[in-house]
């Protein structure tokens, strides 16, 4: 089931109608309810998934248990407790993610000097959103270790704030010391949240079903066909895809979080304008925060940091974009990216050394750095839309080549992307303009009214899968 699919309003008031009126005052039978409803809804696609997700959330629960009654006078066993909760935790991914890869990649090397071996990958099914509850589970025994968060020792909870049914498929990543706390009291009905949720879900709509699914058809055809499209399609395709997976992310990310809105809960944001970023450090400050936050927080600062040698700063650097690399998939192409980004935001630390920290602001223009960050950007993604190294190459071989044609549906998507980019300027600059969010009843009316309209009248209908899905 689709958070954009025609099927899941009619799931969310199933849930919404008893949630809020017999259970209102009951926080116990609120959370069994999201949690039956979470594993109907991420069992939907294949109810064998459901299984592994509550083996690793028992096994969790167990150990954070477990950590938290030995972290003061046995801490050498409450360390070991937790090694094995990250070792598990990654244990999952590398298994159901990375196995195949690593066998192919292996073999592969033993065939260039000249050994075969009769190794064949298995078929493995991926669980949807693998990635994201991983690193939930991860974030949780570390944070009960650190003292940061006591155990949670109601069962029924804890799975709930592992399976809950807006970021299971694909984040944000809620940090466990965020969202925990708000299974302790009972939600009831809030006109402003539900109003602002249900404006967070329609604009992220728009962004899905308006913007990056109209998309898709144009970049799907380049860059699965680029030996057919000239320079010009390319370079078209490659910024078309920059606004479609931004568009699609955080407009999945704009549902997830106005869904739980809706339900009385806070998700951590995932995006704050990131091609508004005047560095590539910013860049990554505002794409998928969430998932940032967790990468500095449990891979680049137990590295050292930025407190320690220019090398082992850039050690940690890359190492820490690698892992994000490899998150997204078992392909060199997202590890290439990764290291591409990594050496972006070195050389940029770098450079603040030499030319004095935000110098590029006053020498080159702050809109000028905005269109170089973009445009490197768009290189990245590029890297990360294709399906291997050698289609990376091959696309880029061809962007000198003449000649090609716009596709004449490809100016469709130019006012949504006008609308979109307007948005997110006037909340750049603080601009004192406001439709959705006008204080004059009028205006936000019509405005939400014309945003539903053109929707679901030129909207992309048929719940097309979130790119975000196979990560």
């Known amino acids: 089931m689709l958070v954009n699919s025609l099927i899941f309003p009619l799931f969310f008031l199933i849930v919404l109608i008893p949630y809020f009126s017999l259970m209102r005052n009951f926080v116990k039978l609120q959370n069994l309810w999201i949690l039956l409803a979470s594993y109907f809804f991420y069992g939907y696609m294949d109810v064998r998934m459901c299984v592994l997700l509550l083996v690793a959330t028992a096994v969790f629960f167990v150990i954070g248990i477990s950590i938290e009654k030995y972290r003061g006078k046995e801490r050498k066993a409450a360390w070991w407790l937790t090694l094995a909760g990250i070792v598990a935790g990654a244990g999952m991914l590398l ?26 990958s298995f078929n493995l099914i991926v669980p949807v959103g693998i990635s994201f509850f991983t690193f939930k589970l991860i974030a949780y ?12 020792r109601n069962f029924v909870n804890f ?9 299971i498929m694909s984040g944000p990543i809620d940090k466990p010391n965020d969202f925990l706390p708000q299974l302790h009291t009972s939600r009831k009905w809030s006109d402003s949240m539900v109003l602002e949720g249900c404006k967070r879900v329609l604009w992220g709509m728009f962004l899905k079903m308006c913007i990056a699914d109209k ?41 997830a979080i106005g869904v739980g809105r809706i339900m009385g809960f806070r998700i951590t944001e995932n995006f704050r304008r990131p091609y508004f970023s005047t560095n590539v450090g910013d860049f990554w400050r505002r794409w998928h925060m969430s998932l ?22 850039m050690r940690n650097t890359m190492a820490t974009f690698l892992v994000s690399g490899l998150w997204h998939g078992a392909n060199w192409t997202f590890i290439v990216w990764g290291a591409y980004h990594g050496l972006l935001v070195f050389l940029y630390r770098f450079w603040n ?5 935000n110098r590029e602001t006053r020498t080159l223009g702050r809109y000028f750095s905005i269109l170089l960050v973009f445009l490197l950007s768009t290189i990245g993604w590029a890297m990360f839309r294709a399906d291997s190294v050698a289609h990376f190459m091959g696309i880029a071989s061809r962007l000198t080549a003449s000649g090609g044609l716009f596709f004449s549906w490809a100016l ?11 948005k997110e300027l006037k909340d750049e600059e603080g601009w004192n303009i406001h439709l959705l969010h006008s204080r004059n009843f009028y205006v936000q009316a019509v405005s939400i009214g014309l945003l539903i309209v053109y929707v679901f009248y030129t909207g992309e209908l048929n719940g097309a899968q979130f790119i975000y899905f196979q990560f």
């Open 95 to 120: 298994y159901f993610k990375y196995l195949n890869f690593f066998i192919t990649q292996f073999a592969d090397l033993l065939g260039l000097f000249g050994l075969t071996t009769n190794w064949s």
């Open 141 to 152: 025994v570390v944070e009960v270790y650190k003292g940061n968060l006591n155990a949670e």
């Open 159 to 167: 799975a709930a704030f592992v399976a809950f049914f807006p970021t």
């Open 215 to 255: 998309l898709s058809p144009y970049t799907d055809a380049v860059f699965n066909n680029y030996y057919h499209h000239s320079g010009l399609t390319i370079s078209v395709a490659a910024v078309m895809y920059t606004f479609q997976i931004y568009a699609d992310f955080c407009g999945y990310s704009e549902m």
């Open 292 to 313: 940032m936050a967790w990468l500095r927080e449990y891979v680049y600062f137990p590295l050292g940091g930025s407190r320690c040698s220019e090398a082992k700063t």
């Open 353 to 357: 050394k030499i030319a004095g920290k």
């Open 412 to 422: 469709t998507a130019a006012l949504p992307i006008a609308i979109m980019l307007f």
